[in-house]
């Protein structure tokens, strides 16, 4: 059987329908193609996609650096005029978390096995090398996007925040990383009821997967250096 027909298979399976679908329909695909089309048309088939690889790079920088600032911003503001603001651009956060888990897996469970990259079989991932940096710079930006999150909830239905900025970060970091409800708990004074729950075990689940997905990728590329 090719690995065309494998592949063809693999995607008649619901789950990986459901995230095909998904994916085409995210802000980053969407804007990536639109890009793609006019790129093709003033530099050519194979600039457009060395310009695809930098637009995506600094999309993650970007949203990076967005989600770091508004995270300090709104720790710094959140008894100001300025909060509701910046609790209503909290919710690109979420929006983006929901993106980078589902590009994530994406690259790891369809990406990685079209067989058209030498290193990691597709066009959408460049090299190993970039793969690994993205993923940790998209691990980062969806700890900061959970700080805002945090911010807001417990502002909203907890009674406010105890803790500053780093303390904030250091929480969210543990709760994403080693699933440390606990810490995430003390950021409301160790009351977990209501939204901030929800919240806690929404940021657990994200840390899970991008556990599993930072696993599969460096896993991948040990494979492929041993290969080499």
Request: net charge negative; glycine share 8%.
């Amino acid at each position: 059987m090719s690995i065309k027909v494998v592949e063809n298979e693999n995607l008649k399976r619901p789950f990986l329908a459901i995230l095909e679908c998904c994916y085409s329909h995210t802000g980053y695909t969407v804007v990536r193609k639109v890009w793609a089309r006019w790129a093709r048309g003033h530099y050519g088939v194979e600039e457009a996609r060395e310009r695809a690889y930098d637009l995506t790079d600094k999309c993650v920088d970007g949203n990076l650096l967005a989600a770091f600032l508004l995270s300090v911003a709104i720790v710094l503001l959140k008894d100001t005029p300025l909060f509701p603001l910046l609790a209503f651009m909290s919710l690109w956060g979420a929006c983006r978390i929901l993106e980078i888990l589902i590009v994530q897996l994406h690259i790891v469970l369809i990406d990685s096995f079209k067989p058209t990259n030498k290193e990691m079989g597709t066009a959408e991932v460049k090299n190993v090398q970039r793969s690994i940096v993205n993923l940790l710079i998209n691990y980062l930006e969806l700890i900061f996007w959970f700080v805002s999150l945090s911010v807001v909830v417990a502002m909203l239905f907890e009674g406010g925040l105890h803790g500053d900025w780093a303390y904030t970060v250091s929480s969210n970091f543990f709760g994403c990383l080693t699933f440390d409800g606990d810490r995430l708990a003390e950021l409301v004074g160790g009351n977990v009821d209501g939204a901030f729950r929800y919240l806690a075990l929404c940021e657990t689940l994200a840390g899970t997967v991008m556990n599993v997905i930072g696993i599969s990728t460096f896993v991948g590329a040990v494979g492929i250096h041993d290969r080499c």
